[in-house]
């Protein structure tokens, strides 16, 4: 844990009320019959607190994830055990339109897109879903994941206008089935369904917010077989769609990214960022559902050319959570979902412009999280309890404090901050405080150390506090008998009114007391506190809804728990760990357990006076082999034989359409030359248009668009005429190329290969920005009458026939190696030269595509990412002095990623276990483009692994690839 600054600027205490010193009016709890709330199934209900799943209230703490964005569906379950594992009981997810019907009308969710093996794998961890298929997602995929297709549909797209309508059907139809079946009703997981996405401002040029839209969406996906409650997620709380409004949806939801996006500057909190009046809105807006956020900073995308996803997790830090995240606990926040806790890459062409290969969203599966989660799992009070106004000096004696209270029927929570949200000062104050706190029939007084969590298990009840470093601490437990010290030293204890009072500073080691006969108070650090796991050993797949129950074991652990079981006299726990890690039952297992193991392994164990239980578990360092790719061998073709004259592009699209489909756009040329208009949508794109010289032809201008930090290179026959490098913010360039002498009456043809970094969003309904086209916009040939010059393009093979059916509609460009399929394993390489792969280079601006293949015997029983570095001398800026080249890197087929030497920042591209085959052979394809007309050569291409953990006997990957 880094810490960034030097004391915590906030506390979520459980703290005691001293009723004289109230002066907060609480609505009055109205009683609402959840049933009424739920006329289609009764299992999801809900009031103004929470939701109820089978009657019992639950606090949903969630985080987004994209199985999209992991193509190895047998890694998913490791995802959900590590989310899990954190004390969150929910993950939401998009589905992505344009991955699944890449033509219009052939919709397929297999292989690697298909979602039972996700549903599947949410259900055996335990996790909640909540379903968001869009159709508009924008979740930074290509067209915001609408499909290519959609750039030719004349109308306003997210409205009611009919050709958008037809378009979208087929993919409401066949996503809404699979979504259907996985519902809770059906026994799946999917408890909340999310029809649209942060529907919240449009044009004026259209109904905003549209009633008959969102009313005609919800009425498709409830005919459908939609039974759950809908939820929306404006992206920041303007009321739209709100229980009241002419389109509501069941429960009003809200968006927010309080930090933005500044990863430049990842110690940055401006002033007043904090939010304060999300209460009083809501009470406004949405009085009679919970207060849920749907999407809740947990990271952030970084651009071409950005700052890298380190400082991005260094802005969104642990301290970024503790502040903010407890905010939201202090508006009574009780459905609160992260974006997102595991990031992904976006392979295969999947991203919107404005990012990279990786998706990492700086998104740590975090410690800090861990903590409040488990205790909101733990404090059903706080369901219930009337968030009141934020107050400073009223609970405490400084104004230099801000304390939100939740007042509950019995128990009361405090939120504390400093009132300068962003203060850097270490304020002292008192807060003098009296209520109660269940701790299995024990009553905490008060407690101003934060609690982690508490289990009761039979009459001993084990709860866990913390603080941070040398703070002072105190916690009362009322009607007991005094206290005594059964491990460590230093708490003081006294007796005041028959309630036992417990007095500390926080330090680094542990202490343990007692209370009355069976009350264990188990006494960290925050740092310690870090490494303590809670885990159900209920059977797999079942969710707790109590999770105050003997069923869950405390265990002190390192790197991860995964699952626990009880049996026969057997703990049996599963997890992770990077060293030799000391494992701790601190919380159940004190009686009749006589054997324990560890991912399988029986451990020798101790169990000291108080009944904990304690085993060492050996971290044995495997050796791990990874090939030198400098010294393997490769093969190399050159990928632009387009620029030969020889080569013909007979079977290319003529590009002639002479009125564009799509009316976003005002055409300047002749006619369209712009992919989306013949289907060609992802990748790379080339161009050639075919004339017969004059002689008096001087220069070509060009205008494309290809998206942020694209780049596009021209050649006239094989003369090459230069290079629009990219820079970060540019989505669309024009450059004037001289022209060499072209002799009258000869046949030329000019050749324009340009990236395409994938469509925008199309965030605002009414701007249809989503239509921008990729491609050639403009031209002008000058000497030569524009409409002289006939035109043909290519993208990928079959554009939205697309070939590529295990990897997907996107996942292939229009360059030559690409179109022949050159990038899945083993293609027809006796021709090719021997070479020594990419850092041999290219000796003039072109492509050039080299390919290896390697063994991999990576040590079993161990988790070890793995990753291709390229080397890079001046990462993450766009400084012109750098050599303009780009590569796409392929693993057995899979594009994971683009390198652009001259843009950055990303240089490191991780690869999943499943796309690299870890017991075998891998097939590694790299593309070159060189942007210059001395060619290019990349530095250096390393393969480098990642910690070494070895792990738990979860389903591994055996027959993955
Ligand atoms: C307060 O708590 C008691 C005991 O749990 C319960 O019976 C009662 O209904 C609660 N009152 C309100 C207004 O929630
Ligand atoms: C093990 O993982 C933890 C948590 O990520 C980390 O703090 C620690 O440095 C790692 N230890 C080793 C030996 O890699
Ligand atoms: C240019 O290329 C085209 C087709 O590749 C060919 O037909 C033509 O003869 C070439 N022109 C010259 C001047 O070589
Ligand atoms: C197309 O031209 C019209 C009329 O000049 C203009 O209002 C509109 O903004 C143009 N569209 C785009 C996408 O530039």
């Known amino acids: 844990m880094k810490l960034g600054h030097?004391?915590?600027?906030?506390?979520?205490?459980?703290?005691?009320?001293?009723?004289?010193?109230?002066?907060?009016?609480?609505?009055?709890?109205?009683?609402?019959?959840?049933?009424?709330?739920?006329?289609?199934?009764?299992?999801?209900?809900?009031?103004?607190?929470?939701?109820?799943?089978?009657?019992?209230?639950?606090?949903?703490?969630?985080?987004?994830?994209h199985p999209f964005r992991l193509p190895v569906p047998s890694l998913w379950l490791d995802v959900f055990q590590k989310i899990k594992a954190l004390g969150y009981n929910g993950v939401s997810f998009y589905s992505a339109w344009t991955l699944h019907e890449g033509k219009q009308g052939s919709f397929s969710a297999e292989g690697v897109f298909a979602w039972e093996p996700f549903f599947d794998a949410a259900k055996k961890a335990g996790?909640?879903?909540?379903?968001?298929?869009?159709?508009y997602i924008n979740a930074e995929v290509s067209g915001g994941g609408f499909p290519g297709f959609l750039q030719r549909v004349r109308s306003n797209l997210r409205t009611p206008d009919e050709d958008y309508q037809e378009a979208s059907r087929n993919y409401i139809e066949s996503i809404t089935r699979i979504i259907a079946k996985a519902q809770i009703t059906n026994g799946g997981p999917v408890i909340l369904f999310q029809p649209e996405n942060e529907y919240t401002l449009g044009a004026d040029s259209i109904v905003f917010p549209d009633a008959d839209y969102m009313n005609g969406l919800m009425q498709q996906f409830r005919d459908l077989g939609i039974v759950v409650p809908f939820i929306n997620n404006v992206a920041f709380p303007n009321g739209v769609?709100?229980?009241?409004?002419?389109?509501?949806?069941?429960?009003?939801?809200?968006?927010?990214?309080?930090?933005?996006?500044?990863?430049?500057?990842?110690?940055?909190?401006?002033?007043?960022?904090?939010?304060?009046?999300?209460?009083?809105?809501?009470?406004?807006?949405?009085?009679?559902?919970?207060?849920?956020?749907?999407?809740?900073?947990?990271?952030?995308?970084?651009?071409?050319?950005?700052?890298?996803?380190?400082?991005?997790?260094?802005?969104?830090?642990?301290?970024f959570e503790r502040v903010f995240y407890k905010n939201n606990f202090g508006v009574g926040c009780t459905i609160f979902n992260v974006y997102m806790p595991f990031g992904g890459s976006?392979?295969?062409?999947?991203?919107?412009?404005?990012?990279?290969?990786?998706?990492?969203?700086g998104a740590v599966i975090t410690d800090e999280a861990k903590l409040m989660a488990n205790f909101l799992q733990v404090s059903p009070a706080y369901l219930t309890a009337e968030p009141g106004r934020n107050t400073s000096g009223l609970y405490t004696d400084t104004n230099a404090i801000t304390v939100t209270p939740l007042i509950g029927n019995k128990t009361n929570f405090y939120v504390t901050r400093q009132t300068r949200y962003n203060s850097l000062d270490s304020t002292s104050y008192k807060l003098r405080l009296q209520t109660n706190y269940d701790v299995g029939g024990f009553n905490v007084l008060y407690s101003s150390a934060e609690i982690f969590t508490w289990k009761k298990y039979g009459s001993r009840t084990v709860v866990v506090v913390y603080g941070g470093p040398n703070e002072l601490h105190e916690l009362a437990v009322s009607n007991t008998s005094g206290g005594t010290a059964v491990e460590g030293s230093g708490v003081k204890f006294s007796n005041r009114n028959g309630n036992t009072i417990l007095n500390w500073e926080t330090g680094s080691t542990r202490r343990v007391v007692r209370v009355g006969q069976d009350l264990y108070i188990v006494i960290l650090d925050r740092n310690s506190v870090y490494s303590h796991w809670v885990v159900s050993t209920l059977p797999e797949g079942s969710y707790t809804h109590d999770s105050t129950a003997s069923s869950d074991l405390i265990v002190k652990a390192g790197y991860l728990i995964r699952t626990a079981e009880i049996s026969s006299g057997t703990i049996a726990l599963t997890g992770d760990i990077n060293a030799t890690t000391e494992i701790e039952i601190i919380?159940?297992?004190?009686?009749?357990?006589?054997?324990?193991?560890?991912?399988?392994?029986?451990?020798?164990?101790?169990?000291?006076?108080?009944?904990?239980?304690?085993?060492t578990v050996p971290f044995k360092a495997p050796e791990v082999k990874l090939p030198d790719l400098s010294s393997l061998s490769w093969k190399y073709t050159d990928s632009l034989p387009e620029i030969r004259n020889s080569y013909s592009d007979?079977?290319?699209?003529?590009?002639?359409?002479?009125?564009?489909?799509?009316?976003?756009?005002?055409?300047?040329?002749?006619?369209?030359?712009?992919?989306?208009?013949?289907?060609?949508?992802?990748?790379?794109?080339?161009?050639?248009?075919?004339?017969?010289?004059?002689?008096?032809?001087?220069?070509?201008?060009?205008?494309?668009?290809?998206?942020?930090?694209?780049?596009?290179?021209?050649?006239?026959?094989?003369?090459?005429?230069?290079?629009?490098?990219?820079?970060?913010?540019y989505s669309i360039a024009n450059i004037t190329f001289t022209l060499p002498n072209l002799i009258s009456g000869k046949k030329?043809?000019?050749?324009?290969?340009?990236?395409?970094?994938?469509?925008?969003?199309?965030?605002?309904?009414?701007?249809?920005?989503?239509?921008?086209?990729?491609?050639?916009?403009?031209?002008?040939?000058?000497?030569?009458?524009?409409?002289?010059?006939?035109?043909?393009?290519?993208?990928?093979?079959?554009?939205?026939?697309?070939?590529d059916r295990v990897q997907g509609p996107l996942n292939e460009g229009g360059m030559w190696a690409e179109r022949q399929?050159?990038?899945?394993?083993?293609?027809?390489?006796?021709?090719?030269?021997?070479?020594?792969?990419?850092?041999?280079?290219?000796?003039?601006?072109?492509?050039?595509?080299?390919?290896?293949?390697?063994?991999?015997?990576?040590?079993?029983?161990?988790?070890?990412?793995?990753?291709?570095?390229?080397?890079?001398?001046?990462?993450?800026?766009?400084?012109?002095?750098?050599?303009?080249?780009?590569?796409?890197?392929?693993?057995?087929?899979?594009?994971?990623?683009?390198?652009?030497?001259?843009?950055?920042?990303?240089?490191s591209f991780p690869v999943p276990e499943g796309i690299l085959n870890y017991h075998g052979t891998n097939f590694v394809a790299v593309s070159l483009w060189g942007l210059e007309a001395e060619g290019a050569r990349v530095e250096g291409l390393k393969l480098v692994h990642g910690p070494i953990i070895q792990t738990g006997s979860w389903e591994r990957r055996e027959d993955a690839y």
């Open 587 to 615: 919380g159940g297992g004190h009686e009749n357990i006589n054997s324990f193991t560890f991912n399988g392994e029986k451990l020798q164990h101790t169990k000291d006076r108080i009944g904990f239980i304690k085993a």
């Open 241 to 319: 769609n709100a229980p009241g409004t002419d389109a509501p949806v069941d429960i009003y939801g809200h968006d927010a990214y309080p930090l933005g996006f500044d990863c430049a500057n990842p110690s940055r909190w401006p002033d007043n960022a904090i939010p304060t009046n999300w209460r009083d809105l809501h009470m406004e807006q949405s009085p009679n559902t919970p207060y849920m956020l749907v999407e809740f900073q947990g990271g952030a995308f970084d651009p071409w050319g950005g700052n890298g996803f380190e400082k991005c997790a260094a802005l969104l830090n642990h301290e």
């Open 127 to 135: 996790v909640y879903l909540i379903a968001r298929p869009g159709p």
């Open 650 to 729: 007979a079977a290319w699209t003529d590009a002639d359409h002479a009125e564009p489909s799509n009316t976003y756009w005002n055409l300047t040329t002749p006619t369209v030359l712009w992919g989306g208009e013949y289907g060609y949508h992802t990748g790379s794109l080339i161009t050639r248009g075919h004339f017969t010289a004059n002689g008096d032809e001087s220069s070509l201008l060009l205008n494309v668009s290809g998206g942020s930090a694209f780049g596009f290179s021209a050649w006239v026959n094989e003369t090459y005429l230069g290079s629009w490098p990219g820079y970060d913010l």
């Open 748 to 803: 030329y043809v000019l050749t324009i290969l340009s990236d395409h970094m994938g469509y925008f969003g199309n965030w605002f309904p009414g701007y249809n920005e989503m239509k921008t086209p990729r491609g050639v916009i403009g031209y002008e040939l000058q000497g030569h009458d524009a409409a002289d010059v006939k035109w043909k393009i290519t993208g990928n093979l079959g554009g939205e026939n697309f070939k």
């Open 821 to 907: 399929g050159y990038h899945l394993p083993s293609p027809p390489m006796k021709d090719w030269e021997d070479s020594k792969g990419p850092t041999a280079g290219i000796s003039k601006a072109g492509v050039g595509f080299f390919t290896t293949s390697f063994n991999l015997d990576m040590p079993k029983g161990y988790d070890i990412p793995l990753s291709f570095v390229f080397a890079n001398s001046t990462s993450g800026t766009s400084g012109s002095a750098v050599l303009a080249y780009r590569c796409q890197l392929f693993v057995n087929g899979y594009q994971f990623g683009e390198y652009i030497n001259n843009i950055g920042p990303q240089t």
């Open 346 to 361: 976006n392979w295969g062409n999947l991203g919107h412009p404005g990012g990279y290969s990786s998706y990492d969203y």
């Open 6 to 65: 030097l004391f915590s600027k906030v506390a979520l205490l459980l703290l005691p009320l001293h009723t004289d010193a109230l002066a907060l009016s609480g609505k009055p709890h109205q009683f609402i019959v959840p049933e009424k709330r739920a006329p289609l199934q009764n299992i999801i209900t809900w009031d103004e607190d929470s939701l109820f799943v089978h009657g019992k209230r639950i606090m949903f703490y969630g985080g987004e994830f």
